[in-house]
């Protein structure tokens, strides 16, 4: 069974940093590709950050210069560096775990930036 496990949000003020985790199992970590999303209230659900098997990233233009994705795959973790925060970060941020057709969610993780 495959779960995928987000960890690490918080309250942080403005300028602050975060790191996420998103930790997947059951699962061969080292060939999936990881999204990081997130959906702040009333709003849909955005693309952060992603990381392939190669170590590959790609960012939303609001992360560049900010967020770096980065994986372990020895841990089967994938991380996501969250520095110069602002209070319009502010939202739950998702893992996707991606491996072929097949897309796996985790449950989400709140971050919330205070001003």
């Known amino acids: 069974q495959v779960q995928v496990v987000e960890s690490g949000g918080g309250l942080v003020e403005a300028g602050g940093s975060l790191r996420l985790s998103c930790a997947a199992s059951g699962i061969t970590f080292r060939i999936v590709t990881i999204g990081w999303y997130r959906q702040a209230p009333g709003s849909q659900r955005e693309l952060v950050a992603g990381?392939?098997?190669?170590?590959?990233?790609n960012y939303a233009d609001s992360a560049k210069d900010r967020f770096t994705i980065s994986r372990d795959n020895a841990k089967s973790t994938v991380y996501l560096q969250m520095n110069s925060l602002k209070p319009e970060d502010t939202a739950v941020y998702y893992c996707k775990a991606m491996m072929g057709p097949r897309e796996y969610w985790g449950q989400g993780t709140q971050v919330t930036v205070s001003s």
């Open positions: 990381i392939n098997s190669g170590g590959y990233t």
